[in-house]
Structure formats: structure tokens, C-alpha cells
């Protein structure tokens, strides 16, 4: 007999944050319960057979890949709390630890106006409540630009929680919440945001789990011109990451870590033609691999595994929370 997911999730509470949460005021409640978990195992599986049966056409729609290993040092900086992030195997993997006096952060020496921008990611495991680790780019300017990838600790045996949020020129709220489908601390795994003219898709491993098209002709601003660096951080958000938050980090366990690796960097970094503004655009005879027909639109295959992760695994989406935003915003309404 099918699961229904109304009839087996229990309350799990979204908290309002002035810059990192995502719900409104009202704190929309969301469910999750043990049979949640089943749902979500039999969720994915379904997902695990529908990548299986698209790999074909994913490998030739898929993101391209660098071949070539990048140490920590080559295109990336310690940002904050050095005695916090230690560099292991010649630099090819980095852990941000996280304990009651700091976290850390390390960002991009350069900053890249689109690309394929990835890391991999392995999270704190079993008792990670309270904890955010995150993957993003920022442009750090007053009217900032940002893609969010931020991961939501848990109590053991509970499934994580990734968030992702969008900021064009200053504005954010465009918060969405997905449960993943597997224990992202046991083994890595790719994060990454392809970004070109046409539009935004935050990838987990090659399933794609969001798309922010470009809908200029909406009125709907998108990120054209500001370049963006690329950051991995990790630090204690326990007021509000889990379970709104009702359950605070337990500093028994202490530290928290975090890795990551791959440190290469496939983007257009506008610095390398000064004299050039549309360096970063294709056009004529410049062609990024990024602007290619085949990378502007998702495929069929990865429109069915997207549909799967909103029917699924999806606990808040800011498209469908209409206390918060009354008529919905005009993106909500267009085809990814």
C-alpha cells in the first residue's frame, strides 16, 4: 500500500531568520515521523531508478567536469578562524571544524561571473543538531548577489535537511527546503550550481533539486553582472537550523567536522580580460561551454528527477507559502 505523506509525517517546525531562515512569521509546520523515513526510502529508491534510467542522457546534458586535481591553496583562501580549518593529503581536502568558541570559513581567491562552481562535501556525522555547514557564492557587494547551498544538522537517525536561497541585488527570500535522500556523512558528494545566462540549477550529485530560470521578461530580476566568490563555512545556527530551533547543539560532541574536496574551478573569472565587459558573455566567435543550447534548458530526464525531488522530499518552498508572499512572486508561476 502506498504511503501518504500527510498521514505520516510528524511537526517539524520551520523558524523565521532575518537572513538565513526560510519561512514567515506564521512558522508553516512541516511533517516528519519514523514512517517518514520509509517514505523517504521508498522515495528513493524511485529516485535511484529514474537517475539510473536517464545516466545516458545526463552524461550528455550533465554539467562538464575538470579532469585535473586543484589543492586547497591554488584557488582558495582561509577567510576566517585559520586554527579552525586543517588541510589534509597535500592539500586536496580541507575540514572546517566547528566547536563552542568558532566555526570557519574559507573563500575563492578569484570571484567568477557563471560557470559549472562545485565542491565535495562529506557532513558532520550522527548527532549534528544546531549545525549549518554551507556551500555558496556571494558577490559581497551592498546589493549582493547569492546562491545558497546550506545543510541543516540533525539528531541521529534523523535525515538532513538542505536549504538553498537565491539573492539578486540585495533581495533573498527565495528560500526552498528539501529532505536529502541519503546520509550525506558517510561518503562525499558533489554540490554544485551550474550558472549561465539563461538560468540557475543547484545540483546534488547529478540530479538536479532547483532551477531559477532567467525571467527578465517577468520583471524578475536575475544575476547578470556581479561577480561571485565561492565559499565553504561551517558554524553554529542552533537558534533556528533544527527544528526551528528547538533542538540546540549538543557541545558534547564536539568538534564538528566537516570535508571538503575538489578544489578546481570551472567558471569565468572576468579579471583574466579587464578591458573587456562581455568577456563572460558568449557571443560571435567566444563561445563558454555553460551557454550551450543543450545547458539551457533541463532535459526530459532531469525535469522527471526534479519532479520527483518536489514531490518527495521537499519541506518548504516559498513559492506555496502565501501567508508570506500574497500574490506569490512571479517566478513561482513559470516552467523551470
Not at 37 to 60: D, E, F, Q, W, Y
Request: charged share 20%.
Amino acid at each position: 500500500m502506498a504511503i501518504d505523506p500527510a498521514d505520516t509525517r510528524k511537526q517539524w517546525l520551520l523558524s523565521r531568520d532575518e537572513c538565513r531562515c526560510c519561512c514567515s512569521s506564521t512558522r508553516p509546520k512541516i511533517l516528519l515521523s519514523i514512517a517518514a523515513l520509509a517514505l523517504l526510502v521508498t522515495a528513493a529508491v524511485v529516485i535511484g531508478a529514474s537517475v539510473g534510467a536517464t545516466r545516458a542522457s545526463a552524461r550528455n546534458h550533465r554539467h562538464k567536469r575538470s579532469s585535473n586535481a586543484a589543492t586547497f591553496d591554488e584557488n582558495y583562501n582561509i577567510s576566517w578562524s585559520g586554527d579552525h580549518v586543517r588541510l589534509l593529503n597535500g592539500g586536496l581536502l580541507a575540514d572546517i571544524l566547528l566547536d563552542k568558541q568558532s566555526g570557519a570559513e574559507f573563500g575563492s581567491k578569484r570571484s567568477y561571473l557563471f560557470g559549472h562552481l562545485k565542491m565535495q562535501m562529506k557532513l558532520v556525522a550522527n548527532d549534528s543538531a544546531g549545525t549549518v555547514t554551507a556551500f555558496y557564492m556571494a558577490s559581497h557587494t551592498e546589493n549582493r548577489d547569492e546562491f545558497d547551498f546550506e545543510f541543516l544538522g540533525n539528531r541521529s537517525g534523523q535525515p538532513y535537511a538542505l536549504q538553498t536561497n537565491i539573492y539578486v541585488n540585495g533581495t533573498g527570500g527565495r528560500e526552498q527546503r528539501i529532505l536529502l535522500w541519503f546520509d550525506p556523512s558517510l561518503d562525499y558528494h558533489t554540490y554544485s550550481v551550474l550558472w549561465n545566462q539563461y538560468q540557475v540549477i543547484f545540483f546534488v550529485d547529478d540530479t538536479p533539486v532547483r532551477v531559477f530560470r532567467n525571467n527578465s521578461h517577468l520583471g524578475v530580476p536575475y544575476a547578470f553582472s556581479q561577480p561571485m566568490r565561492i565559499f565553504g563555512s561551517m558554524w553554529n545556527g542552533e537558534q533556528w537550523a533544527t527544528v526551528g530551533g528547538l533542538e540546540k547543539t549538543n557541545w558534547n560532541y564536539a568538534p564538528f567536522i566537516a570535508s571538503f574536496q575538489d578544489f578546481a574551478i570551472d567558471g569565468c573569472d572576468p579579471s583574466s580580460s579587464p578591458g573587456d565587459p562581455g568577456f563572460c558573455f558568449s557571443s560571435g566567435n567566444r563561445n563558454h561551454w555553460w551557454d550551450e543550447e543543450k545547458y539551457r534548458v533541463l532535459d526530459v530526464g532531469q525535469l522527471d528527477n526534479l519532479g520527483s525531488i518536489v514531490r518527495n522530499y521537499t519541506i518548504y518552498d516559498y513559492c506555496t507559502d502565501t501567508k508570506r508572499y500574497s500574490p506569490v512572486p512571479p517566478e513561482c508561476g513559470a516552467n523551470p
